[in-house]
Every structure is written in structure tokens, then in C-alpha cells.
């Protein structure tokens, strides 16, 4: 047994942080306490291990393990161990529990005794979604405990299928349906990784040992959405973090609320007006376009291709006072739906400026600057959902975080009148999302005690680069002209 860990890090919103011990349970972490000692959201501050509490619950030979305390197996442990581990998370005075693998067993025995009421309800960490949860507790996790289970698409010694229909649904004996029997009001969440291949790079499904927990700060990250009290909410809100201080201050200058953009709005009916170099507006669209991700974060996405080669020249601001209407509502809506379930909207992490390019390489060019021509004076849906070629996660207008995919890849319209490329920069709103996969049409609910559908598709939780979305909830604003 492992304790115990101080979150630290001031840009978090859990109040006395400082104060939280993590207790990890032995058996199975592995290179997990390692990244959570790596992590610069907790910090080292005490060390316990008493293998005759926790034992390893599944000894080998080869290698051996648990050779000078053998597991008694569970009947014996129960009597024996489960009351002294129980006294030694009250005395540490533990607030969250983590545990991986065959830890888990141990796991699945304290949520019983919660459900007992033996043991206080607290946040708990479960990296791979163990059997017993079956076995022992019928599928369903204990009332109103936070939870957060890890697992990805290609868990090789649990498998267990996600559990997403086309439709939405959840399906019987999946792990969505699992997460769904704990408590709702965000209290629970399924952290799962799909796998995504593209020639621009590669998403890796997590298997029994999820590399991708020591990305991103990506353990730390869930541990302190858990402290939270609401890791289904407050997990996909934290990667608004990987956006580079200048990105930030360059979309707090142009704002996040649809009605903000008409502030600067010129006079008459064209649709397109192009803004002077040098003035604030310019100068953030321009540094929204070549950003580059903060200090100690990549791309998944043509990593070392980005858009610093680039030269802007001309930015055309979208002026479409009936689709701006239409979106202004759709934010209202979104908006509403969050507050309601209990979410604090924030602009940059619900609301995002995000990049479309609407060209096909294989396409003429006529093609794509009539395709634009369409999204920026279309007065009630810019963006038609679906006309991807393959659907990758999941149906609607697909958006990508930064320039460089669409630039890339060449998706933008392949000229203007004076024969350089286009692209769309758009305030979309993402509200909240959640992974998406191939075959998914509708968007799911969160969870059956709320009134609440996920808002967008991601292609990775921990750090998204795509947004998927409904069309009217896009506003094209910007016309980058670029070579």
C-alpha cells in the first residue's frame, strides 16, 4: 500500500487542494505511482507499504511475486485485511483511492463496504475495469461515489466492449452501461481511448497498460477531476489548458460568445470584409492561426508540421447577421443544457475557436470556393453535416483545433481569385463532449438521472483535436488567405 499524494498545482479549481491524499493501492500500478510521482499535479509528501494488507491477489513464479506474503485468498482476507486496510485509509485520512489491474479486486471489496456503509463513500481511480464489478457487485458501482474507470479499445486481458449503439444507445454489459449505474450529476465517468488511424498520425487505443494516462498529465489530470467531485464534467473542461498563453489572450481578445463578434462589424450587406493589417482583430486571428501548442504538449496531428512557414495574406471577416442569429441561439441552448446539469460554462473550454477547411484535394477548385461561398452566406446552417468522407468519429461538421491538420492535409479551398489557399476560422460551440467512434449517429446521454445529451464528438479525451458537431452550432467568422 502506497500513500500519500498533495495535488498542488494553482490552476486548479479544487479548493484546498493541498490538503488531498491520494492512496494508491500496490498490486498492479506499476508505472502508475510512478507518473503520478512525475505528475506536476501531485506531489510526494509520505510513503507507507505494508504488504500484508495487500498482498498480491494473483501471485506468479514467473516473475515471482508475493513470495514472502502469499495471497490467503478472499474469504481469509476479508476477515482478516479488509477492516485494516479500511482503519488505514480513515487514518490517513485518504480522499481519493487509485488502484490498476488485479488491485482492482481490492477495489471492487472496499466499494462493497461502502455499500455496507463500512467505509465512507470517496473518489476512486479504477485503471481497467475489473471483473469482480461483475462478479461480485452485479455490474453496478456504489451510490453516490465518484468514480473514474480507465480503459481503451484494445484491453487484451479484460475486454469488454464500450457499449455505444449508432443510435446513442447503451448497450447490455458494456462499460457504458456500467459507468451509467453510479450516480449521475457527473459523479461518474468512463475515461476511454479509441483507435484512430490517419496519415497524419496515429490515436492509439489504450490496452491493459494505458500509455496514454502518462501523457498530458493525463493521470494527475483525472485524479484531480475526481477531487472535484465531478470528473464527467470537470475532466473534458481541463484540456482547455493546451492552448498556448498567446492562443488564449488571442481569443479572450475576439470573445467567446456569439454576439460578441458582432461588435466589430462593419455597415452593409456584404458578407465579406476584409480587416486591416495591424489593427488588435488582425493581429489575434493571425496568432490563432499559427499557434503552436504550450510547452510540454505535442500534436497528434502532423507533429512537426505546423503553420510557422505560412504567410498570411488577407484575413475577410464573416459578417452574416441571419446565421449569426442562428448560432447565437444554438449557444443559448447549449448553454442552458449545461447550467441546468450543473456545469459552469466557460468560454474557451465549451465554447472553442476552431478551424474548417471546406476544399477537397481531390476536387476542383472551383469546388472549394463555391463550398465556402455556401457555409458564409447560408442564413440558417453553414455547415452541412456528414459530407466527410469517412466519418471517423462519429456523424456531423468536423473542426480541428489547430491550423496545421486542414493546411496539411489540404483540405482548404485550393484558391482564391489571386491563387493562394483558404481557411475557416470558427467560434463553435463544443459544450460537452465525449469520445466518439465510426458508427456513432446520434449523440448519447450523459447519464439516465439527467436531462443531458453529450454536445460534441472528440477524438481523444485527455487532449482533443478534432470537434465534431452539429452545423448550426458553427459560425464561420474568419476567411484566412494564406501561402
Not at 489593427?279 to 492561426?289: G, L, N, P, R
Not at 512557414?309 to 448553454?335: P, S, Y
Request: charged fraction near 20%; aromatic fraction near 8%.
Amino acid at each position: 500500500m502506497y500513500a500519500e499524494f498533495s495535488p498542488t498545482l494553482v490552476e486548479s479549481t479544487v479548493a484546498h487542494r493541498s490538503s488531498k491524499k491520494v492512496l494508491a493501492i500496490a498490486p498492479g500500478i506499476g508505472a502508475f505511482f510512478d507518473a503520478l510521482l512525475k505528475s506536476r499535479y501531485v506531489q510526494m509528501d509520505g510513503f507507507i507499504h505494508d504488504p500484508k494488507i495487500c498482498p498480491d491477489p494473483e501471485p506468479t513464479e514467473d516473475p515471482p511475486r508475493n513470495r514472502d506474503y502469499p495471497f490467503m485468498g478472499m474469504e481469509r482476507w476479508r476477515a482478516e485485511c479488509l477492516p485494516r486496510l479500511i482503519e488505514l485509509i480513515e487514518t490517513e485520512r485518504a480522499d481519493v483511492l487509485v488502484c490498476q489491474s488485479r488491485g482492482g479486486k481490492y477495489m471492487v471489496e472496499l466499494w462493497a463496504a461502502m455499500n455496507r456503509g463500512e467505509l465512507r463513500k470517496l473518489p476512486c481511480l479504477m485503471i481497467n475495469a475489473h471483473p469482480g464489478l461483475w462478479s461480485e457487485l452485479s455490474g453496478a458501482l456504489p451510490q453516490g461515489v465518484p468514480i473514474v474507470i480507465a480503459q481503451g479499445a484494445n484491453e487484451n486481458i479484460w475486454p469488454r466492449p464500450r457499449g455505444y449503439t449508432a443510435a446513442g444507445q447503451v448497450e447490455a454489459g458494456s462499460l457504458e452501461e456500467l459507468i451509467r449505474t453510479g450516480s449521475g450529476g457527473g459523479l461518474c465517468y468512463l475515461y476511454y481511448t479509441v483507435e484512430v488511424h490517419l496519415k497524419a498520425g496515429h490515436r492509439q487505443g489504450d490496452d491493459h497498460n494505458p500509455k496514454s494516462l502518462l501523457k498530458d498529465d493525463c493521470l494527475g489530470r483525472l485524479i484531480d477531476a475526481l477531487v472535484s467531485g465531478t470528473p464527467a464534467y470537470s475532466f473534458p473542461t481541463s484540456s482547455s489548458q493546451f492552448s498556448s498563453e498567446g492562443r488564449v489572450a488571442a481569443e479572450a481578445l475576439l470573445g467567446y460568445h456569439p454576439d460578441q463578434l458582432r461588435k466589430r462589424w462593419e455597415p452593409g450587406p456584404a458578407y465579406r470584409h476584409a480587416l486591416a493589417p495591424g489593427t488588435d482583430e488582425h493581429a489575434a486571428v493571425s496568432a490563432i492561426f499559427h499557434a503552436e501548442p504550450p510547452p510540454g504538449s505535442t500534436r497528434c496531428y502532423y507533429l512537426n508540421r505546423g503553420t510557422d512557414v505560412k504567410t498570411i495574406t488577407r484575413i475577410e471577416r464573416v459578417q452574416n447577421g441571419q446565421l449569426q442569429d442562428v448560432v447565437d441561439n444554438q449557444h443559448g441552448i447549449v448553454h442552458k443544457k449545461l447550467v441546468d446539469a450543473g456545469i459552469d460554462y466557460r468560454g474557451g473550454a465549451h465554447s472553442r475557436w476552431l478551424f474548417h477547411g471546406c476544399g477537397n484535394p481531390k476536387a476542383p477548385a472551383a469546388d472549394g470556393t463555391a463550398a465556402l461561398k455556401s457555409i458564409i452566406e447560408n442564413p440558417d446552417r453553414g455547415f452541412a453535416d456528414g459530407l466527410n468522407t469517412r466519418s471517423l468519429f462519429g456523424f456531423g461538421s468536423y473542426f480541428a483545433r489547430d491550423a496545421a491538420y486542414p493546411v496539411n492535409e489540404h483540405l482548404c479551398c485550393a484558391s482564391d481569385e489571386n491563387g493562394v489557399e483558404m481557411v475557416l476560422l470558427c467560434l463553435v460551440e463544443v459544450g460537452l463532449p465525449c469520445v466518439g467512434d465510426e458508427h456513432m449517429k446520434n449523440l448519447p446521454r450523459v447519464h439516465p438521472d439527467v436531462r443531458l445529451n453529450y454536445t460534441s464528438y472528440v477524438d481523444y479525451a485527455a487532449n482533443p483535436e478534432f470537434y465534431v458537431v452539429p452545423g448550426e452550432r458553427a459560425y464561420p467568422a474568419y476567411i484566412i488567405h494564406y501561402e
